[in-house]
């Protein structure tokens, strides 16, 4: 008779369950897109604020260099667009009817095709060939900003803005083109000290009276 000691009974090894590799890898998988998911939000942050910064326009300032009446066209020789840059209803058409009373040629009326509200007076816009013209039409509306655009013809735009409260009276247009003076205009501009104002912080130095 064969003894069970000299034939040991073998055992097989104990079986993994056959879920716990795939749970073990999904585990991974989740683990990993959890951290580059925590990864994209901190960098996409840094870039929002950042396209911010750069999505900022600066602001403009535009220089009305003073030239006198001679070098500059009459009314009647001033092709314009007048635009409304507006939520003000009938705003161009109105504008547009003073500024043919005054002699201009007036040639287009409606919404500013550009679009975008305009928060300042008004903006002249023009060719190079139009410079005279546009800085004609400056004197007519005090504060507008000129603004050159690289395109052909003598068409000059005026497109109002929410600050624009009518065309200048003409004594005032005709007192400014006899003594012109350099005028900046725009967001972006500086106000400049007036060099006869007295300085506050200057010392007293007058002589002390009884």
């Known amino acids: 008779m064969t003894s069970l000691r000299e034939y040991p009974v073998r055992r097989q090894p104990p079986r993994r369950p056959t879920w716990l590799l795939p749970a073990v ?8 897109v959890a951290i580059v998911i925590v990864v994209v939000r901190l960098l996409g ?14 602001p403009s300032c535009s220089t009305s260099m003073a030239v006198p009446r001679d070098a500059l066209p009459i009314p009647g020789k001033v092709r314009v667009n007048v635009y409304n840059a507006t939520e003000v209803s009938g705003l161009a ?13 007036i040639r287009g009326v409606a919404n500013d095709p550009v679009g975008m509200p305009i928060e300042e007076v008004a903006r002249i816009r023009y060719g190079p060939s139009a410079q005279a013209r546009a800085e004609l039409l400056a ?14 013809g003598p068409k000059v735009d005026l497109a109002l803005g929410t600050q624009f409260d009518g065309i200048a009276p003409q004594t005032e247009v005709d007192a400014a083109l006899d003594a012109p003076e350099t005028v900046v205009s725009g967001p972006g501009c500086l106000s400049t ?10 010392p007293d130095v007058s002589p002390a009276t009884e």
């Open 25 to 32: 890898i999904v585990g991974i998988v989740a683990l990993a």
């Open 45 to 58: 942050g840094t870039d929002d604020a950042a396209s911010s910064v750069e999505a900022t326009p600066e």
């Open 93 to 105: 058409s109105k504008t547009a009817r003073e500024l043919k009373k005054r002699g201009f040629d």
């Open 139 to 152: 004197y007519y509306v005090p504060g507008a900003e000129l603004v050159e655009l690289d395109r052909k």
């Open 193 to 202: 000290p007036d060099a006869t104002a007295p300085d506050a912080t200057a």
